[in-house]
């Protein structure tokens, strides 16, 4: 089970970057790192995902460390709608790869 | 337009009684899903169904039953032996490969909200 560990809660200023750790040092060679962000009574909402290069589309970048063990999300200007939980998610091979949430991270963006 | 439709958005169960939650969707996507969660908690995978007439238990299975007759439905119900059935039901869909789970993105439904009376 490709387990993810978060922070439970952040703070960020509007208009700077929010970046957001995630540690996933079980990740098997072809798993893919999944963020999701989830506004309160919600669905979850995709963000991006990635293997083991940088990625980059119109929400959010991602960054994988070389050896796969962590990544971060960063949200370059955020806003005070981007307040949410964040999930970083791994897949797990246990469960026949689907998607394994935790508890993910609390962003509050201040103005 | 394009999504997957959950109804109702909230529902009460007596005890003893047995209810449906309803999941659509439009994407012709063949893998469909069920999670719940509780306050403050992250998502725990019930139910999936990678194919018509075929589905697998999650993590937490116990009290729940699903279907899965049609592609553009999955309906999750949570019987009497759901003792503690209040909690934010998630229904999700994703396109489902040939080489499962290597990019599985999920579209995930508004929720229903169970709560018991």
């Known amino acids: 089970d490709a387990k993810t560990t978060q922070p439970p809660s952040m703070d960020c200023a509007e208009g700077r970057a929010a970046n957001l750790p995630c540690n996933h040092s079980?990740?098997?060679?072809?798993?893919?790192v999944y963020w999701y962000r989830q506004i309160h009574s919600q669905g979850p909402q995709y963000i991006i995902h990635g293997l083991k290069n940088n990625e980059t589309n119109e929400m959010a970048s991602l960054i994988i460390t070389e050896d796969r063990k962590s990544s971060t999300l960063i949200l370059p200007h955020a806003t005070l709608r981007d307040t949410a939980v964040y999930y970083c998610i791994a897949r797990s091979v246990e469960y026949g790869n689907k998607l394994v949430f935790g508890a993910g991270t609390i962003l509050r963006v201040k103005s | 337009d394009g999504g997957i439709t959950q109804s109702p958005k909230y529902l009460f169960r007596k005890e003893g009684q047995n209810v449906t939650l309803s999941c659509e969707q439009n994407?012709?996507?063949?893998?469909m899903y069920w999670y719940r969660q509780d306050p403050g908690q992250g998502l725990r995978l019930i139910y999936y169904?990678?194919?018509?007439?075929?589905?697998q238990k999650g993590d937490i299975a116990e009290g729940y039953s699903v279907s899965r007759e049609k592609k553009e439905s999955f309906p999750l119900t949570v019987t009497s032996a759901q003792k503690n059935p209040t909690a934010f039901y998630l229904c999700a869909s994703s396109i489902g490969t040939s080489t499962w789970g290597r990019e599985e993105k999920l579209f995930f439904g508004s929720g229903t909200q169970l709560s018991v009376l």
């Open positions: 079980t990740i098997s060679g072809n798993e893919y």
């Open positions: 994407l012709n996507h063949d893998a």
């Open positions: 169904s990678q194919i018509v007439n075929d589905f």
